[in-house]
């Protein structure tokens, strides 16, 4: 079983950055799918950002301009850099990846805590 460990969450003020790894334990075959997605308290999990294999990148309109997804070359790391942090990106964050042919996989981290003070 692959196991997706995330790190660099934390308390951080208003403006301020963070930036998100999100590891797998082994290199993954033929990813299509690399995201970030987010959970407020009462709220439900929603897509912050997403890159492909190819490279292209979607975001969610809020974080638009503030945020910037990533991958590194062993396709096993996915990053999340958040600058200009406003309180309302507060949240458990979760990596997730997808991929495979015939038989598919989706994998889901354990989620990190960002805290955006005002």
């Known amino acids: 079983q692959v196991q997706l460990v995330e790190s660099g969450g934390g308390l951080v003020q208003a403006g301020g950055s963070l930036r998100l790894s999100c590891v797998a334990s082994?290199?993954?075959?033929?990813?299509?799918?690399m995201g970030w997605y987010r959970q407020a308290p009462g709220n439900q999990r929603e897509l912050v950002a997403a890159i492909t294999s190819g490279g292209g990148t979607d975001y969610a309109d809020p974080v638009k301009g503030r945020f910037t997804i990533s991958s590194d070359g062993t396709k096993n790391t996915v990053f999340l850099q958040m600058d200009s942090l406003k309180p309302e990106d507060t949240a458990v964050y979760y990596c997730?990846?997808?991929?495979?042919?015939?038989?598919?996989?989706?994998?889901w981290g354990q989620g990190t805590q960002v805290t955006v003070s005002s």
């Open positions: 082994r290199s993954l075959f033929r990813i299509n799918h």
């Open positions: 997730n990846i997808k991929g495979g042919i015939i038989k598919v996989y989706d994998y």
